[in-house]
């Protein structure tokens, strides 16, 4: 099975254009290497996934036939991102959480408890 299927039947991409373009523009890759979005996929091989700021890593844990079901993705994928990666994220959030644009007025009584929350 090529990769940009792959990536599209495990969706983790919408569309399999889209899975060809991220292939296509290095966001996909194997032991560091861009792949192309004809690579064959094998059963056991651990690939990458760069989406800003995130860096995902899967391994293939078998070939699905067709796109399938949101449910049994984890029948065909190993999600072997490490949490520290995942962290990012909870920054990103709070971070856009606690910048104000100037001339918004004053924080709501929940963005004040956020705001507390983080410098806590």
Excluded: H
């Amino acid at each position: 099975m090529r990769i940009d299927k792959y990536l599209w039947a495990v969706r983790l991409y919408k569309t399999r254009s889209i899975a060809t373009d991220a292939c296509q523009s290095g966001k996909v890759l194997v032991e560091g290497n861009s792949l192309k979005p004809s690579r064959e996929v094998k059963i056991g091989m651990e690939f990458q996934i760069k989406k800003t700021p995130l860096v995902y890593t899967f391994k293939v844990k078998e070939l699905p036939n067709s796109r399938v079901g949101a449910k049994l993705v984890a029948d065909y994928l190993i999600d072997l991102t490490p949490q520290e990666e995942l962290d990012k994220l909870d920054l990103l959030k709070i971070g856009a959480q606690a910048v104000r644009d100037k001339g918004t007025g004053r924080p709501t009584k929940k963005d004040r408890r956020i705001i507390d929350d983080f410098f806590a």
